[in-house]
Each structure stands twice: as C-alpha cells, then as structure tokens.
C-alpha cells in the first residue's frame, strides 16, 4: 500500500508562483513513476508532468517552460514548481505513483487557485 499525501496548495495572482509537494510513504525505489494530474471544475482530470525513476519527465504542452517537477529522494517527496501561473491553471491537483508492478496510486488532492 502506498499513501500519497500533498500539501502547498492555494491562492495566487496571475503571473505568480506556487509550489506544491508530495510526500510518500514509501521509497521512491519502490515507484517506476510519479507525477502530478489536475482537473478542473467540469473538466476530465489531464496529466501535467511524470517522472520516471530514472528521471526522464513528461510535461503537458501547456505547462511546459513554466512548471518543474523535482524529487527529493531521502525525503521520498516530489514537488512541483508553478511559474507565471494562470487562470487556467486553476484545478485540484493529484499526485499520483506507480509502482513497478503496474498499480498506481493517488493522493487526495490539493486545490490551486489563479486569480485574473
């Protein structure tokens, strides 16, 4: 079982930055992938950025030059970097890890806020 947990979400202006993170309850050894999802309201949940265990990153063309994912492995807590967010930014945004054997789980989401 793994548990995911994030944290740092809120409300910023247009143009501003955010940082939120993941926490897991396991080693990072034990996930092939981890990443971040988002939906907003009445949308279908999109995929923003993955990062395999060797590091190889995966960003939604949308967010590409503004947003970073990083991993802190002593810490088993990835992080996400939000730059010159905006308004369509705003969304709940998962964590999410997949193990080496195929399951893959999902934090309970943290809310992110742009205001115009």
């Known amino acids: 079982q793994v548990r995911l947990v994030e944290s740092g979400g809120g409300l910023v202006q247009a143009g501003g930055s955010l940082r939120v993170s993941c926490s897991a309850s396991?080693?990072?050894?034990?996930?092939?992938?981890m990443g971040w999802y988002r939906q907003a309201p009445g949308k279908q949940r999109e995929l923003v950025v993955i990062?395999?265990?060797?590091?190889?990153?995966n960003y939604t063309d949308s967010v590409k030059g503004r947003f970073a994912i990083s991993r802190d492995n002593a810490k088993n807590t990835v992080y996400l970097q939000m730059n010159s967010l905006k308004p369509e930014d705003t969304a709940v945004y998962y964590c999410?890890?997949?193990?080496?054997?195929?399951?893959?789980?999902w934090g309970q989401g943290t809310q992110v806020t742009v205001s115009s």
């Open positions: 999410t890890g997949g193990t080496w054997y195929g399951r893959d789980y």
């Open positions: 396991v080693s990072f050894l034990s996930l092939k992938t």
């Open positions: 990062i395999t265990s060797g590091g190889t990153t």
